[in-house]
């Protein structure tokens, strides 16, 4: 077994002090692995990914990287230490051509550094290398899903946090963007993701967690997952810790 390279401990976390979405959860990461959340609609999934990153603050509880408390760090330390956040739905610079919005992630880098790192990400995404000059606005939903991994790639992270990666994309570019999280993850790089393209997500993972109610309610391998009959009501609530219990 993998050791844990992020961890929540008893996590209480929200978009206001009214309306609390994660519920003294406690689960983690293991480093060189796909962790992939899964659950109903308002189970705290992306809360989840939004209050590692920093973009939410937890109200009681404690966030670890690699040991290290990471509460209210803001996202710029966060990208520093090796956490990078692809979050869902478009977040380019639609005006700018797509060597630019390779730039802008890559902001902090030496410019003589930056230029090695965007070739790295090019030989990754070689359909992106072919629109290098092109407007990101007018390459197609699945080249700009990969321009936004690839600049999240920039700063070579060591944990990815990605929300909804094949919202908008065909099965076969769902298919790709899989493999190469899974090509990512077998080279060290740990993988937190939601995605509700579940069946799919699940062929890739190597955990499953099942939130519910901002709890963590299910924690398995992701291909005995895949093989409950039930694995649709995972998404209505109450199956889980059934299961769990069982």
Do not use: C
């Not at 996202?75 to 230490?81: K, Q, V, Y």
């Not at 005995?224 to 889980?240: C, K, S, T, V």
């Amino acid at each position: 077994m993998s050791p844990s390279i992020i961890e929540f401990e008893n996590v209480v976390a929200g978009y206001s002090p009214s309306l609390t979405i994660l519920n003294e959860t406690t689960l983690d990461a293991r480093r060189g692995e796909i962790t992939l959340l899964i659950g109903p609609n308002g189970a705290g999934k992306s809360t989840v990914l939004k209050t590692l990153f920093g973009l939410l603050l937890p109200r009681l509880g404690e966030i670890r990287f690699e040991g290290q408390r990471i509460n209210g760090k803001p996202p710029r330390e966060l990208l520093a230490e090796g956490i990078a956040f692809v979050p869902q739905g478009r977040n380019l610079f639609g005006s700018l051509s797509v060597r630019h919005n390779l730039e802008l992630g890559g902001i902090t880098l030496p410019r003589a550094e930056l230029r090695g790192r965007i070739d790295e990400v090019l030989q990754r995404f070689p359909r992106i290398n072919e629109r290098i000059d092109n407007q990101a606005s007018t390459i197609s939903g699945g080249e700009q899903k990969q321009l936004e991994i690839g600049r999240a790639l920039l700063l070579r992270p060591r944990v990815l946090l990605i929300d909804e990666p094949s919202i908008g994309l065909s099965p076969k570019l769902v298919e790709q963007i899989m493999t190469m999280l899974r090509t990512l993850a077998d080279e060290g790089t740990t993988v937190l993701m939601v995605e509700q393209n579940v069946r799919t997500a699940l062929r890739y993972s190597n955990r499953a967690l099942v939130l519910e109610m901002g709890r963590l309610a299910l924690d398995r391998p992701a291909s005995e997952i895949l093989q409950d009959p039930d694995l649709n009501r995972l998404f209505l609530g109450g199956h889980a810790r059934t299961s769990a219990a069982g």
